[in-house]
Nanobody, 126 residues
Framework: QVRLVESGGGLVQAGGSLRLSCAAS????????MGWFRQTPGKEREFVAA???????IMYADSVKGRFTISRDNSKMWYLQMNSLKPDDTAVYYC????????????????????WGQGTQVTVSS
């Protein structure tokens, strides 16, 4: 069973930066594509960014393009660098993973992901 643990959330002023990390453990980690999602109370979980298992394919939500950067440095660690943060970015952020073959399209639907972390709170003050 794959286990994901997020870290790096916190309180930051608008315009500031945070870097979220997602640490993975378990079998077949090299087969995992990975996504970041966020959720605020009363709203559905929202896609933020995703990166393929090879790192060659990356997608962002329009609301974070140019401000957030998703990356991975090996099969076990993924990151979300968040710059120019806005109060609207306040949410619980989740990393998620899906085992895929190399040619599979990168999923942006949360229902496509198999494994989830526990979430980390990001609060941006105005």
């Amino acid at each position: 069973q794959v286990r994901l643990v997020e870290s790096g959330g916190g309180l930051v002023q608008a315009g500031g930066s945070l870097r979220l990390s997602c640490a993975a453990s378990g079998p077949s980690l090299s087969r995992l594509s990975m996504g970041w999602f966020r959720q605020t109370p009363g709203k559905e979980r929202e896609f933020v960014a995703a990166i393929s298992r090879s790192g060659s394919s990356i997608m962002y939500a329009d609301s974070v393009k140019g401000r957030f950067t998703i990356s991975r440095d090996n099969s076990k660690m993924w990151y979300l660098q968040m710059n120019s943060l806005k109060p609207d970015d306040t949410a619980v952020y989740y990393c998620a993973a899906k085992s895929q073959i190399l040619t599979a399209p990168l999923p942006i639907n949360d229902q496509s992901y198999d494994y989830w972390g526990q979430g980390t709170q990001v609060t941006v003050s105005s």
